[in-house]
């Protein structure tokens, strides 16, 4: 079992940064790759960023790449999604997911996720 539990959220003006952290205890932590997911209402669950299991490959959806980073500190068991250049277009709730094995973009395959928090971009 991973618990995850993410924060970092909040309003920002467009164009502005936040950083989103999600802590993980519970099993080794390391053992798993790391993901950030966002929902608005009425749509899906959608792909934010991903990192693998060893933290040397991360993964971006085209619509944050270059805005936005993902990392890992395997000391405190936390990821967190670095947010640049914010858009309201961004504005969402942001989850947290991990996979036992592998970083991929879809959903359906993270085992484990936070609760969210809620980002807002104002324009």
């Known amino acids: 079992q991973v618990q995850l539990v993410e924060s970092g959220g909040g309003l920002v003006q467009a164009g502005g940064s936040l950083t989103l952290s999600c802590a993980a205890s519970?099993?080794?932590?390391?053992?798993?790759?790391m993901a950030w997911f966002r929902q608005t209402p009425g749509k899906e669950r959608e792909f934010v960023a991903a990192i693998s299991r060893s933290g040397s490959n991360t993964y971006y959806a085209d619509s944050v790449k270059g805005r936005f980073t993902i990392s890992s500190d395997n000391a405190k068991n936390t990821v967190y999604l670095q947010m640049n250049s914010l858009k309201p277009e961004d504005t969402a709730v942001y989850y947290c997911?991990?996979?036992?094995?592998?970083?991929?973009?879809?959903?359906?395959?993270?085992?484990?996720w936070g609760q969210g928090t809620q980002v807002t971009v104002s324009s």
């Open positions: 997911a991990a996979d036992r094995y592998f970083a991929t973009v879809a959903a359906i395959d993270y085992d484990y």
């Open positions: 519970g099993r080794t932590y390391s053992s798993y790759a």
